[in-house]
């Protein structure tokens, strides 16, 4: 892989699966892209814009980016607190609305931490009386420290997929919450902009503890959590709560119920767990969207994606495909049902 050079896309990636999205940015924009490995989960590549990669990925073409930044500059390895401090001003446009995010990709052995780099640079700024923050701004100038040196970037919020140092959401588990699977759909719901109904019925599918469940009745719909397994008791005492211990087979074969949101986390073969939803599309409303995490694992996640979305794709448009941080060793997948009937369900 040849080095990057100054304008070149920057883009993050679960450490197992950065050769798999330099994969898929080669299957969209073609061989003849250049790649670079800057850090474990940090990769470089030459060719097309950040809108253009930032386009596939949210469009579902693309599912193992996570982050996306434009390099404008790099340090050597070696490069002081200081000198790193003085780049990052120099980049920064004057009176702009600007978010500074600094994280480490790998172990760098900088001698300061993404920390100090940030303090530096927000100070810096305001004595040239720009103010920053870390995110939900316009802009964001984004420090790397990487053993091969300090990658440096700016670029339009709008484009980096995620308003967090690359792509690193940090959720904290408060007296609320039931397990740390809701993270994955809290952070879902905090990139994604998704039309979640405000009422009517929802079903989670292999819902205990009732992470999942908890959090989609915050947003309004009943729920019936189907597991054969127990529910948190914080869970159950919601009234909008309905725990049904059966599978999620038998309860789709007993009920006459018609759902406007189906979310599922099961433990299960990414096949099996498309062939629940199929089921589940004959009890969701058309055009309504059902949530859920294959679990791909480390071998070939790239093609399991592949056959996945063939086998979805007779019952449901793919809306939404993506590694999300808090996901490991799986893919977050949001699907609509379809309006019309098309029930040629592969084997």
Wanted: aromatic share 4%; hydrophobic share 40%; with cysteine.
């Amino acid at each position: 892989m040849s080095a990057s050079a100054p304008g070149s896309v920057l883009y993050s990636a679960s450490e197992e699966n950065l050769d798999t999205a330099g994969h898929e940015l080669r299957s969209v924009f073609g061989r003849a892209i250049r790649l670079e490995r800057i850090g474990p989960d940090l990769g470089a590549v030459e060719g097309p814009s950040i809108a253009e990669v930032a386009e596939a990925a949210s469009t579902g073409r693309m599912a193992f980016v996570q982050h996306l930044a434009v390099e404008r500059a790099r340090l050597a390895p070696g490069a002081g607190l200081a000198d790193v401090v003085a780049a990052a001003v120099e980049l920064a446009p004057p009176g702009a609305d600007l978010a500074v995010q600094a994280w480490a990709s790998g172990s760098p052995k900088a001698g300061y931490g993404s920390g100090e780099v940030f303090a530096g640079v927000r100070d810096a700024l305001a004595e040239r009386g720009t103010t920053v923050g870390r995110s939900g701004r316009e802009l964001v100038l984004s420090v790397c420290t990487t053993e091969r040196g300090v990658v440096l970037g700016l670029n339009r919020t709008a484009d980096a997929l995620c308003d967090w140092p690359g792509g690193r959401v940090r959720l904290a588990k408060g007296p609320g919450h039931v397990s740390r699977a809701e993270f994955k759909l809290e952070e879902l719901f905090g990139l994604v902009p998704l039309d979640l109904p405000k009422g009517g019925n929802a079903v989670d599918l292999g819902a205990a503890p009732g992470g999942w469940t908890r959090i989609v009745r915050l947003r309004g719909p009943q729920v019936w959590a189907v597991d054969p397994g127990d529910m948190d008791p914080r869970v159950l005492g919601d009234p909008g709560v309905h725990h049904v211990r059966t599978t999620a087979g038998e309860f789709f074969r007993a009920t006459d119920l018609e759902f406007d949101l189906v979310v599922n986390d099961m433990r299960m073969d990414p096949l099996l767990s498309c062939d629940v939803m199929l089921e589940a599309a004959q009890r969701l409303r058309p055009g309504a969207l059902a949530v859920m995490t294959l679990k791909t694992g480390t071998h070939r996640p790239l093609e399991t994606l592949q056959r996945c979305r063939q086998r979805l794709g007779a019952r449901y448009d793919v809306v939404f495909a993506r590694q999300l941080h808090h996901n490991r060793h799986e893919l977050t997948v949001v699907l609509r049902r379809l309006r019309g009937r098309r029930d040629n369900v592969a084997s």
